[in-house]
T-cell receptor, first 114, second 113 residues
Framework: DAGVIQSPRHEVTEMGQEVTLRCKPI?????LFWYRQTMMRGLELLIYFNNNVPIDDSGMPEDRFSAKMPNASFSTLKIQPSEPRDSAVYFC????????????FGPGTRLTVT | GDSVTQMEGPVTLSEEAFLTINCTYTATGYPSLFWYVQYPGEGLQLLLKATKADDKGSNKGFEATYRKETTSFHLEKGSVQVSDSAVYFCALTSGGSNYKLTFGKGTLLTVNP
């Protein structure tokens, strides 16, 4: 398997623009997670899905953030409008189960909002 | 809520030195404990895990023992290599957090030749 695939790897955009990050989880994994990593706040879980259904979005910082999983092989994280404080590395991860299960992380998308 | 505290970095060692990265936790019930590693420019990957008290997780020469009495899960390696340079994250899951991963802030390790 190719592992978790994320695109783009790098994104530079201007404040106010819409940003869409994409993720393809490992085939057969029922759980998909979106994380954000910054120097100040470390790793934060934004939202996770089980069988394409959002289960917990309590980590989504604001209404500007939204996530979808239209099918088992694709998810998006959208920021509209983007702000400089959204600059971070965004990781997607997937796992077979939730409890005690290894999460497999993608390489991340480095987002810079100017 | 659940929380993980790990030693502040950065940690700089010479090749073949002994490594310890301290990790303590607070959790509801009986958590499972993990160490993840992040190499430069990559995502996190699982290094080792332990799911019950006194279990020892091990991988690639790294070890950590689940100590319930001291709520700790310290990472150790007897002889580090330059290739071990990375950021190391201690993490846990428990029923109190609905089994979501709770991460520590990470410890940057640099190993010099």
């Amino acid at each position: 398997d190719a592992g978790v695939i994320q695109s783009p790897r790098h994104e530079v955009t201007e404040m106010g623009q819409e940003v869409t990050l994409r993720c393809k989880p490992i085939s057969g994994h029922d759980y998909l997670f979106w994380y954000r990593q910054t120097m100040m706040r470390g790793l934060e879980l934004l939202i996770y899905f089980n069988n394409n259904v959002p289960i917990d979005d309590s980590g989504m910082p604001e209404d500007r953030f939204s996530a979808k999983m239209p099918n088992a092989s694709f998810s998006t994280l959208k920021i509209q409008p983007s702000e400089p404080r959204d600059s971070a590395v965004y990781f997607c991860a997937s796992s077979l189960f939730l409890r005690n299960s290894e999460q497999y992380f993608g390489p991340g998308t480095r987002l810079t909002v100017t | 809520g659940d929380s993980v505290t790990q030693m502040e970095g950065p940690v700089t060692l010479s090749e073949e030195a002994f490594l310890t990265i301290n990790c303590t936790y607070t959790a509801t019930g009986y958590p499972s404990l993990f160490w993840y590693v992040q190499y430069p420019g990559e995502g996190l990957q699982l290094l080792l895990k332990a799911t019950k008290a006194d279990d020892k997780g091990s991988n690639k020469g790294f070890e950590a023992t689940y100590r319930k009495e001291t709520t700790s899960f310290h990472l150790e390696k007897g002889s580090v290599q330059v290739s071990d340079s990375a950021v190391y994250f201690c993490a846990l899951t428990s029923g109190g957090s609905n089994y979501k991963l709770t991460f520590g802030k990470g410890t940057l390790l640099t190993v010099n030749p």
